[in-house]
């Protein structure tokens, strides 16, 4: 897939979720239309729309920003009272979500149709003139809560005004307290809201350092209650929850009257208005306790002057029978019309839904072209990349049972005294095949599941060096190829911060200036080249540049003055031994450190972080062409067939893919070179490492030794043992957190006996033991 | 050493954008987060040298978080900088009251972000 | 201020350095709560080395399980016995003996040469910031819960061990001496 369609397919991904989550907010307002609308709804709206204005506008897709822009506007508006909901601002925020899913559709397909970017227009102009301002108050009520302003200060425009509806609706207020530990308190919290929620509003969270407790926190929730004091302690019984009343003073004039007997507090006596046979007349919204059907007012205010059939009623869903509409009765529509029955706009269109319910299931009237499919537009499921190491593991757990089972069929085949056993043991053993077989394709499939292009990276580091070029005063072309290479998605993550740092060096570092490059008749503009190539179970990514390369000679002049290395060690390097001097701790090769790049930490932490990937660099570079820098890393890392192999009585396993060959050899073909030990291969000279003895363990006599040949990019390295077991598929746990820093070892495994089992890391090793080859030089 | 910058934003999109135009300033290293409460977690265990927070945000807000940090002892120190939504002048405000040291709007330039953590993080 | 110092000013709170505002609302102006949290005792679990009673806050224990099979970690320092697999998770198990001069070497309990481990011995899992870890004990002790009046500072003297010891809890006739994990852990 091209860039700009992986770009593309992420964005419809990610706005369609969005969409969904707007979408199951605004059915809930739409199927509590005769209610009070939910803030909670509304806010969630809002954030929707604001998110989707912002996803839109990273990915260039004008339409949508300017709509969700306007919806975002008109949310906020309501969220924060300066509008009321009604019915005729809920359809447009309907129509306007159907406007979305329309431009979605449109965008998932690459067009950008005249008319529906004419109907977006339209629907914005809706959406800015939309509405009235509720009525204005003359007195805040908020002055009339006993909160101190230090409290007050800490809330946002949008949960004064959640506190000032509860005061002047007159809902007891509460301070709620609990303290949690500060390891686990999110769940505390979640939990103690799960409780709040059907009991009122939460309508603050405040955090408190809670003296006393290092390992403690305490938070403050503001909550609107709509049940008694009573009801209240009772919900909260067995949480860690405090309940402190906030005192709010009674209205000057003949406000609202509160919905619920007051908290008591201490100093203030309740406020005589509080008997509710003496509450203001003039407040008909106070009257509608809890959530009271929509009828209900209808029959009891029957002084108030509301038109006995609002048009908008008549459209609003259940309950439309109630009104007596002069089609009563007909509430059939159309199969097929999105969940929110609203397609009846005019006495006529009754009939007309019920023919087409009968012959198509589309709506009749104006059959809108771009009518929006429930069907979701992306094929792409998100999954935490957590779910999918569990079922890698449960892979890995099968796959030991299966080595049971195999043996177990091996056994009966071989040992099997009757007839019958033995053929029992070879149905067994080719029924074990045919799981393994499976077994493999679903451990495959798993580990697709979890590759991404490395391109995701690639994508951002281009956007990279614009900047650090300008910064720099380098002009530079970027050209990067093989983004489609995949690699497991925790690879990908992890390449990012190396590739940035390879990439600044070469800007920073190799490039030269466009004078300078004219002057030794190179052209202007500099190239920085990043490319990835699939080899096998190994991915290559190189970095390279047309720059001035590295100065051997300052290299070996740096390395020696900051001792890295002895006189005699170097004289005996090759050039590209040399060369990979730059990755050692504490190798910078400028004097003056640029600027940009507050550089002198870098390859070598670029160089540790491949480690971990089980991951290693090489350098080339010839003094005025260039400089590359090649990246070997492992496909993935999830699992990995390996040899298990002994060594003094421990168990290793040693991953198959750096494994090039395994040899027996006599104590005797052991040669010692300069007081090195060698083997010769083939009439090369192959360094050699006891296994046992750089590990430190007792050593024990053997006869012969087994060689792990081991081998990534040019480096190759024999690695002596005792015993080999034989092969398994491992799940490699990570030694990560504590452990992160042991050298050679790069995770464990569980072999199936209950046994933990270390994995060796092949990339360190071949290190060491390059590196203890040029310590004893 | 690196500066040490925690980002305390609930949209991805936002979050990712922040961190990345933090990211590309050279030696500073950014945690994101999507929440407070993730915020409130994180403090005690690792030292920020600075703190860029949203307003607007589901568990606590970012004014709550501002006034938490500079109210405790221990991070008291450590300079916040708020980003908002356009028309958010009174969050904004309270927030710069409760201690802030800067305020960006959304949408903002990397530029200016940029120029806001060399005024804070020194030397940088 | 170092961290230890900042942990034990965060433990030895005082009520004179808060803050107005927020922290006077969230704590209650009227100051009683404050002291009352004060006085109200913490939990530690108690546990054997040696001859030695010692103790941790219990916040910070994660659980507590029998010795299990043990891997060691080739050219680790000598405090870390092995590696543990405890239902799947991999966690580092130290021998804190060493760093507190109770032993000269550690016990060879990994490996293929290691016996069988003492019938009272458990691993501590501890939460520390660098990741959980267990702690080999020699035996439970139990739970203890020492007001903060019951436990005294260690005088700056005997601060050697690397800023393990955090403190003294007296309990009866009991002595506890109390580890900072974070310190006792720390590499």
């Not at chain 1, 995701?456 to 060096?465: E, H, N, Y």
């Amino acid at each position: 897939m091209t860039p700009g369609g992986k770009a593309l397919a992420e964005f419809v991904a990610e706005a369609t979720e969005i969409l969904d989550a707007l979408g199951r907010d605004l059915l809930a307002l739409d199927e509590a239309r005769d209610q009070e609308a939910d803030p909670e709804h509304i806010n969630g709206i809002f954030r929707a729309a604001h998110s989707l204005k912002g996803l839109s506008g990273l990915f260039g897709q004008e339409r949508i920003t300017q709509l969700a822009h306007a919806a975002e506007d008109l949310l906020d508006r309501l969220r924060l009272g300066r509008l009321t909901l009604d019915d005729q601002v809920l359809d447009a925020l309907v129509d306007a979500l159907d406007t979305f899913q329309s431009l979605l559709g449109e965008t998932s397909r690459g067009e950008e149709g005249e008319d529906l970017t004419r109907r977006t227009r339209a629907m914005e102009d809706r959406l800015a003139r939309m509405g009235s301002p509720p009525p204005v108050v003359e007195e805040d009520p908020l002055e009339r809560l006993e909160l101190d302003a230090s409290v007050r200060a800490v809330f946002t425009e949008y949960e004064e005004h959640r506190l000032r509806e509860n005061v002047r609706r007159g809902v007891a207020l509460w301070r709620v307290r609990a303290a949690f530990d500060l390891s686990d308190f999110d769940k505390g919290l979640a939990d103690l809201n799960a409780r709040l929620k059907p009991l009122g509003e939460v309508i603050s969270t405040l955090p408190s350092s809670r003296p006393g407790g290092a390992t403690g926190i305490a938070f403050d929730l503001i909550f609107g209650a709509k049940v008694s004091a009573q009801e209240l302690e009772a919900g909260l019984q067995g949480t860690p929850a405090e309940l402190e009343p906030l005192a709010v003073r009674p209205p000057q004039d003949g406000e609202d009257g509160p919905a619920f007997d007051l908290p008591r507090s201490p100093d203030a006596a309740p406020p005589p208005s509080e008997t509710p046979d003496t509450g203001p007349v003039t407040a008909p919204r106070a009257k509608r306790k809890k959530k009271g059907p929509r009828s209900q007012p209808l029959a009891l205010e029957a002084g108030e002057t509301r038109p006995l059939l609002p048009v908008d009623t008549a459209t609003s869903g259940p309950g439309t029978a109630l009104t007596g509409a002069p089609s009563s009765g007909v509430t059939a529509l159309p199969l097929g019309s999105p969940p929110r029955m609203r397609a009846v706009e005019s006495p006529s269109a009754t009939t007309l839904g019920l023919q087409s319910a009968a012959s198509a299931p589309v709506p009749a009237g104006r059959p809108r072209p771009e009518e929006t499919s429930l069907r979701s537009l992306t094929q792409t499921v998100r999954v935490d990349i957590g779910r999918l190491d569990g079922l890698i593991n449960m892979v890995g757990e099968l796959l030991l049972i299966k080595a049971n089972l195999q043996r177990l069929a091996e056994t009966s085949r071989q040992d099997g005294t009757v007839a019958l056993s033995k053929l029992f043991g070879q149905e067994l053993s080719r029924e074990t095949r045919q799981l393994e077989r499976k077994l493999e394709a679903l451990q495959e499939g798993l580990l697709e599941a979890r590759m991404v292009p490395v391109g995701q990276v690639f994508d951002k580091l281009a956007r990279l060096v614009r900047r650090i070029a300008r910064e720099a005063g380098k002009e530079i072309d970027f050209v990067s190829t093989g983004g489609e290479v995949e690699l497991d998605k925790l690879i990908v993550e992890e390449l990012s911060d190396p590739l940035m740092h390879l990439i600044r060096n070469a800007i920073d570092h190799g490039a030269e200036g466009p004078e300078a490059r004219l002057s030794v008749g190179k052209p202007r503009r500099a190239l920085l080249r990043l490319r990835a190539e699939q080899k096998g179970n190994h991915v290559l990514i190189s970095v390279s540049d047309d720059g001035s390369g590295i100065d051997e000679s300052r290299v070996r002049e740096v390395a020696l003055s900051r001792g890295l290395v002895t006189a005699s060690q170097i004289s005996e390097m090759t050039r590209r031994e040399l060369l990979n001097l730059i990755f050692l701790p504490g190798f910078s090769t400028r004097s003056s450190v640029s600027a940009l790049s507050g550089r002198g930490v870098g390859l070598d932490v670029v160089k540790n972080n491949l480690g971990n990937l089980s991951g290693i660099i090489d350098v080339w570079s010839e003094r005025g062409k260039g400089t590359a820098f090649h990246l070997t890393l492992p496909v993935t890392l999830a699992i990995v067939r390996a040899l298990v192999v002994g060594v003094s009585g421990r168990t290793y396993a040693v991953p198959l893919n750096s494994v090039l060959e395994i040899l027996s050899v006599q104590p005797q073909d052991i040669r010692t070179v300069e007081r090195r030990e060698v083997l010769d291969l083939r009439g090369q000279t192959l360094p050699f490492l006891r296994l046992g003895r750089l590990f430190l363990l007792p050593e024990r006599e053997v006869n012969r030794h087994f060689v792990v040949v081991v081998g990534l990019a040019q480096q190759r390295l024999g690695i002596a043992v005792d015993e080999l077991f034989g092969q398994q598929d491992i799940v490699t746990k990570p030694l990560g957190g504590r452990l992160s820093g042991v050298k050679g070892i790069s995770g464990a495994t569980d072999l199936g006996n209950r046994r933990t089992v270390l994995v060796l890391d092949v990339a360190e090793l071949l290190e060491e033991g390059i590196a203890q080859e040029r310590r004893r030089a | 050493m690196k500066f040490k910058v925690l980002i305390v934003e609930d949209s991805k999109v936002s979050r990712e954008h922040i961190a990345a135009a933090v990211e590309s300033v050279d030696g500073i290293e950014a945690v994101a987060t999507a929440s407070g409460f993730e915020a409130l977690k994180l403090l005690p265990r690792q030292r920020f040298d600075l703190i860029i927070t949203d307003i607007n945000m589901p568990d606590i807000n970012g004014l709550e978080l501002i006034n938490f940090v500079k109210k405790n002892p221990n991070y008291r120190d450590v300079p916040l900088i708020i980003i908002t939504t356009e028309g958010r002048e009174q969050d904004r405000t309270r927030g710069m009251a409760l201690g802030a040291a800067g305020y960006l709007v959304k949408p903002f330039q990397p530029e200016d972000l940029e120029a806001l953590l060399r005024r804070f993080l020194k030397p940088l | 201020m170092s961290r230890f110092e900042a942990l034990l000013d965060a433990f030895f709170y005082r009520p004179d350095e808060d803050v107005s505002g927020l922290m006077d609302f969230a704590a209650g102006s009227d100051g009683l709560a404050s002291r009352v949290l004060e006085e109200e005792p913490t939990e530690y679990l108690a546990f054997r080395l040696e001859a030695e009673c010692y103790a941790v806050p219990i916040l910070t224990v994660r659980e507590i399980c029998k010795v299990p099979l043990l891997t060691e970690i080739p050219r680790s320092e000598p405090e870390l016995l092995g590696v543990m697999n405890l239902r799947g998770e991999l966690l580092p198990v130290y021998d804190i003996k060493l760093r507190l001069r109770l032993a000269d070497a550690p016990p060879l309990v990994a490996g293929p040469d290691a016996g069988l481990p003492p019938r009272a011995a458990r691993i501590l899992v501890l939460k520390t910031d660098a990741g959980p870890a267990g702690v080999w004990v020699d035996s439970v002790a139990g739970v203890v819960r020492l007001k903060p009046s019951m436990v005294e500072l260690s005088p700056a003297g005997l601060r050697g061990d690397r800023d393990c010891v955090a403190g003294l809890g007296r309990k009866g006739s009991q002595l506890y001496i109390l580890l900072d994990p974070e310190q006792a852990l720390a590499p």
